[in-house]
């Protein structure tokens, strides 16, 4: 608990410092204990080489020598001179010493004990005076025939030496390299796992703060927002908390001014609407025709401000309840054809023939949201389109995204208006003349829906008539 204490007060940027510093440690220690590995076999590879060339070099010079001591022993008893058997002595003697160097290095001692018995037998025939130089000569000839054959044991063990020697190199390399594998790849599994690990570790938090963050943005401040993890995360949560606490108090101050707002106005407006259609029933004395044409611009204006305000509240509930998604997997298709239900009244009354295309299609929406959406734009078209008309509606799938087609075969939208439609309160030029005028908020209220669902609604300019375009996206997190 000391050390989970110890790492959320560090930062985020010294963890990812001491992660890259532990695994490069780690891998490193690894590098160095195979370089010191290899170090060693190169060192005992080059004194196996080094004495294997002086082992061979050995037995050549005993073979050498041994050539050298015929000649000298054999002449020295023909010629009978005194130098040749002295040098005899000297090869002899220059044998013993490889002889005594090879007794060390894996040549039998017996063979060693042969071959000097040979060379003691041979000195024995250099001083004999009492045979013949020609049979002491053929004895000589007979002893180092069998000292060649001792020789050639000699080599043979030698031989017999190196090849082990070289067998036991070969056995270290071989555990070496299975030792070093070993410690590579447990180096390498180890800082795999502390990779993620840490990845994990810090990755955690930061998920929890897009989720906080998307939380912000569509407004569910209900939730505390607390994060465990490096020191400057959590610093970001207190801010990200301190800003839900914000919006809070915001949400409820314009709840408060809204409340505030339709209280104070609209109850004065009632009293002035009461008070001119006193006067127009003549409750204040009869009024003459001017009078009476002022009344009546009174009472249109107040219905006309009354609606006006009525019409602001609803927007702002509108904005505020965007924000609130109750999201749940949802039939696009069936969710058109409802809101096309729901208005049949009105598009029969003009006579449309309403088309709606496309396959079923599941997405996690707000069902209520998104329907109202469609429903405004539905009913737009509706109040737009010519009697007989044709309103189609298609939905296709994209690879990231659904998208909803709406087209009427009404005027259309004027240019000078296409870049305000979605403005609140704004209404075009292009009015129907056998519709009531009006409020100018219902595309204002779907984009509003549909960007809190991610998504995006535009106008098309492929006319005539109105085409909007809904797009919603698949991959959209919440």
Request: glycine share 6%; net charge neutral; hydrophobic share 45%.
């Amino acid at each position: 608990m000391n050390g989970v204490h110890v790492l959320t007060r560090i930062s985020f940027r010294q963890l990812l410092v001491l992660a890259f510093l532990l695994i490069a440690a780690l891998l490193g220690a690894a590098s160095l204990r195979a370089l010191f590995a290899l170090e060693s076999l190169t060192t005992q590879s080059r004194e196996s080489a080094a004495r294997a060339l002086e082992l061979s070099a050995a037995a050549q010079s005993l073979t050498e020598r041994s050539v050298s001591m015929e000649r000298a022993s054999r002449q020295a008893i023909v010629l009978d001179d005194r130098l040749l058997r002295e040098r005899f002595n000297a090869e002899a003697k220059d044998a013993a010493t490889v002889l005594n160097r090879l007794a060390g290095q894996g040549v039998p001692n017996a063979l060693i004990a042969q071959w000097k018995s040979r060379v003691r037998a041979i000195t024995a025939q250099l001083s004999d005076p009492a045979a013949s130089a020609l049979e002491r000569e053929q004895q000589v000839a007979r002893e180092f025939r069998e000292m060649d054959a001792i020789s050639a044991a000699i080599a043979q063990q030698v031989q017999q030496a190196i090849e082990a020697q070289n067998r036991d190199l070969l056995g270290k390399l071989e555990s070496s390299r299975k030792s070093l594998a070993q410690q590579v790849i447990s180096a390498i599994v180890l800082a795999v796992a502390l990779a993620l690990a840490f990845g994990i570790w810090l990755t955690r938090p930061l998920k929890r703060l897009e989720t906080a963050i998307i939380g912000l943005g569509e407004n569910r401040l209900e939730e505390t927002i607390a994060i465990q993890g490096p020191a400057d995360l959590q610093l970001v949560a207190q801010r990200l908390d301190w800003l839900r606490l914000r919006l809070l108090e915001l949400d409820a101050d314009k709840s408060r001014f809204l409340r505030h707002i339709s209280h104070e106005l609209k109850t004065p407006l009632a009293s002035l609407r009461e008070g001119v259609s006193l006067l127009e029933d003549g409750v204040a004395g009869e009024l003459n025709d001017n009078q009476r044409e002022v009344a009546r611009i009174l009472r249109h204006n107040t219905g006309v401000l009354q609606g006006q305000i009525e019409d602001l509240l609803r927007f702002n509930a509108a904005a505020f309840e965007a924000r609130q998604l109750h999201r749940e997997k949802t039939d696009l298709v069936q969710l058109v054809e409802d809101q096309v239900e729901a208005q049949r009244l009105q598009w029969q009354a003009r006579d449309l023939q309403v088309r709606i295309e496309g396959k079923a299609v599941q997405m996690e929406v707000d069902p209520e949201k998104i329907g109202t959406a469609l429903a405004n734009l539905v009913s737009n078209a509706i109040r737009f389109s010519p009697i007989h008309g044709v309103l189609r509606i298609r939905l296709s799938q994209l690879a990231d995204s659904v998208r909803i087609d709406l087209h009427d075969e009404g005027p259309g939208i004027a240019d000078a208006d296409r870049t305000r439609v979605f403005e609140p309160f704004f209404r075009g030029e292009r009015q129907p003349a056998d519709a009531i005028r009006g409020s100018g908020i219902g595309l204002s209220i779907v984009h509003e829906y549909i960007s809190a669902h991610g998504g995006r609604v535009e106008l098309l300019p492929d006319g005539p008539g109105a085409h909007f375009r809904i797009e919603l996206p698949h991959a959209f997190k919440h």
